[in-house]
């Protein structure tokens, strides 16, 4: 149940500007997500493909969006984020639960993603949810400050 109100829904053309944002600020933890800063804002709004993408919204304000890149082939590869001072109040939960939904909708049988080896918290969600830990990417990732960092396959079979 979720602990503070929101709500779940596919996301608008409106959204493009406040996911843009949301995600520029979770770049800027040079962290959980890939991308680090600087990020080009208006670029990243324009480009935002809304099809597979799902935002939680307490009222005007987006808290986290998931995303589900449909292949051609049958998996559908998942990215996901939560603005920071939302985590750990089931956003991020409650946008995965409606991600397996979407998927299973649009007739995928499997869902991938990737996610850096330190991020804890990312890896116990995917596991709550039934991810299970496909393969090791050893140093896969050059960060900005030179460290390579190892990333982890994980996949959910729908
Ligand atoms: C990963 C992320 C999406 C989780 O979102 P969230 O809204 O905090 O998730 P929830 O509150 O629904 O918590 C889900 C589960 O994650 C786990 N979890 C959450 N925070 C945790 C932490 N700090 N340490 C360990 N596990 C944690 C728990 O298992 C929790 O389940 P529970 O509440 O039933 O115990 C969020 O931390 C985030 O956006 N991080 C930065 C971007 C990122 O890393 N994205 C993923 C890239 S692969």
Redesign the pocket.
């Known amino acids: 149940m979720p602990r503070v109100p929101f709500e779940i829904r596919p996301a608008r053309d409106e959204d493009r500007l406040p996911l843009a944002l949301v995600f520029a600020a979770?770049a800027e933890?040079r962290?959980?997500?890939a991308t680090e800063p600087p990020v080009d804002v208006e670029a990243r709004a324009a480009s935002w493909t809304l099809e597979g993408t799902l935002v939680a919204v307490d009222g005007d304000e987006i808290l986290?969006s998931v995303h589900v890149e449909a292949s051609r082939h049958g998996f559908g590869e998942l990215?996901?984020?939560?603005a920071?001072d939302?985590?750990?109040?089931?956003?991020?939960?409650?946008?995965l639960a409606a991600a397996i939904d979407w998927a299973r909708e649009n007739g995928l049988h499997k869902l991938s993603?990737?996610?850096?080896a330190h991020?804890?918290?990312?890896i116990?969600?995917y596991r709550?949810f039934g991810f299970v830990e496909e393969g090791l990417r050893v140093k896969h990732y050059r960060r900005s400050s030179g460290e390579l960092w190892d990333a982890i396959d994980m996949g959910l079979l729908l």
Do not use: Y
């Open positions: 979770i933890e962290d959980g997500i986290g990215g996901m984020a939560v920071r939302r985590r750990g109040q089931g956003v991020g939960s409650a946008l993603l990737g996610v850096f991020n804890a918290a990312a116990a969600l709550k």
